[in-house]
């Protein structure tokens, strides 16, 4: 798991190097403007982060618990639970 997370984190701190190729290739898989992912893509919290902070468990357990209560998903999810820890 940490391999891939590098990979990833490798791979991230590329497409932010260059941004004008992330916008359009965002853009062609999304339809989304480019003039929307161009004010959205520096917005935006990229990369693989580990381990993960409270902050982020906390703001990840409000994002399932609204997911329940809308019925997106069938039964309540407690994010400590299913966490991977990688080192």
């Given at each position: 798991m940490r391999l891939l997370f590098d990979v990833l984190d490798r791979q991230t701190a590329n497409e932010?190097?260059?941004p004008e190729q992330t916008i359009a290739f965002l853009s062609r898989s999304t339809?989304?403007?480019t003039d929307v992912w161009?004010?959205?893509l520096p917005r935006l919290e990229w990369g693989v982060h580990y381990p993960l902070t409270n902050d982020?468990?906390?703001a990840q357990q409000a994002t399932a618990d609204l997911a329940y209560r809308?019925?997106?998903?069938?039964?309540?999810v407690n994010?400590?639970?299913v966490i991977v820890?990688?080192?």
């Open positions: 932010l190097a260059h339809g989304v403007p161009t004010k959205a982020v468990i906390a809308s019925s997106i998903i069938p039964k309540q994010v400590k639970d820890n990688i080192r």
